[in-house]
């Protein structure tokens, strides 16, 4: 069951706002897990996927089934904006079947791990990954290929070929999907197609942020006018705590 209440979400926020994104996302997770104990151990084990389509879900719980999601097209710039249903998101994305996949092609024979929350974390703090995308796709390569073997012969992560990193990233995706929620989308002025990324833990934790703010001025407008605590104030359902906001506005 996912933390709703008023109090914990902005404990939620306050906790997130001096970290980066992958603080954050760890937050959101935890929010979205709180049956964990707050392990970050455990959620940090998990596949990237079980971490979004549990992001999802806690989307859904705290903000409804609809996502606005704004995106500029690739070819002409035009600022694109349309509905997603996150409770959909939440309910197709599932966990991968195998946590150990592998690659044989060409005479190549990898096994690697599907990427975890850690693995995930590390190889986007490597120093590589700051360079380039190739950087960070040999610092996840690194983490998670148990072995690699062509034509007999074993090579280190280190050696392998560019075309053969990339058929592993495709493999890992293939495995875990939910992983990489990437969005197509056809532009109405233009008609050209552009691929974009979902990041559900910068969406969420956006939309977190705008809602703690507005939280917090409630409660300093109640607070002044009717001298409640915070911890009163936030006891109140948001039905009955913007009637004595109107109540406030009114006087």
């Known amino acids: 069951m996912t933390v709703t209440q008023a109090d914990d979400l902005l404990a939620t926020w306050e906790a997130g706002i001096g970290r980066d994104g992958h603080g954050r996302a760890l937050l959101l ?15 940090l084990s998990l596949p990237v996927g079980a971490r979004e389509a549990d992001l999802f879900a806690l989307r859904r719980a705290l903000f409804g089934e609809r996502m606005q999601v704004r995106v500029d097209c690739s070819a002409c710039g035009a600022d694109m904006e349309f509905d997603l249903d996150a409770g959909e998101f939440a309910r197709s994305l599932r966990p991968p079947d195998e ?9 190549w024979d990898v096994a690697f791990r599907v990427p975890t929350v850690a693995d995930l974390t590390s190889a986007a703090r490597h120093p590589d990954a700051a360079l380039s995308a190739d950087g960070a796709r040999r610092a996840l390569l690194a983490r998670c290929v148990v072995s690699a073997v062509h034509d007999g012969d074993t090579v280190s992560v280190e050696a392998l070929p560019v075309s053969v990193q990339r058929k592993i990233a495709e493999a890992a995706e293939a495995v875990d999907p939910a ?5 197509n989308i056809n532009c109405p002025e233009c008609s050209a197609a552009t691929r974009a990324e979902l990041d559900i833990a910068s969406y969420l934790w956006t939309e977190l942020d705008a809602w703690a703010r507005d939280v917090l001025l409630d409660v300093h407008l109640l607070a002044t006018a009717y001298g409640w605590s915070e911890p009163e104030i936030l006891a109140l359902s948001p039905m009955r705590r913007r009637y004595y906001l109107e109540l406030c506005a009114d006087a």
């Open 29 to 43: 997770h935890r929010a979205a897990r709180p049956e964990l104990g707050g392990d970050s151990e455990a959620l």
């Open 99 to 107: 946590r150990v996949a592998h690659l044989d092609e060409d005479g």
């Open 179 to 183: 992983a990489d929620v990437t969005l």
